[in-house]
């Protein structure tokens, strides 16, 4: 089993930057691709970000140039840094990591963009 603990999430202003980060402990093998997702009450959860093991990465439209995902392999931890936020922006933010064909998910960390 592979644990999953979300750190940063928080209130924000338009425009501003806050950090997510994401600790993964437990029976790690070998951490593959590893990113976040967002959901917003009614709707359904999207991808915003993702890391391959190699370093390689992909981000949604809606946040390209805007947030920065990285991943710190020998903390076996991916990070999120939001810059420019949105009030769109604002949703529960899930971390989640593929290790051995499976995917385990974070417990989620809420982000609300507001003045």
Known sequence: ???LVE???GLVQPGGSLRLSCAA????????AMGWYRQVPGKQ????????????TNYADSVKGRFTISRD????????QMSS???????VYYCYVDSNLIRYWGQGTQVTVSS
């Open 45 to 56: 959860r999207e991808l915003v970000a993702t890391v391959t093991s190699g370093g390689n």
């Open 85 to 91: 936020v949105k009030a769109d922006d604002t949703a």
């Open 25 to 32: 402990s437990g029976s790690i093998f070998r951490l593959n």
């Open 73 to 80: 392999n020998a903390k076996n931890t991916v990070y999120l």
């Open 1 to 3: 089993q592979v644990q």
């Open 7 to 9: 750190s940063g999430g």
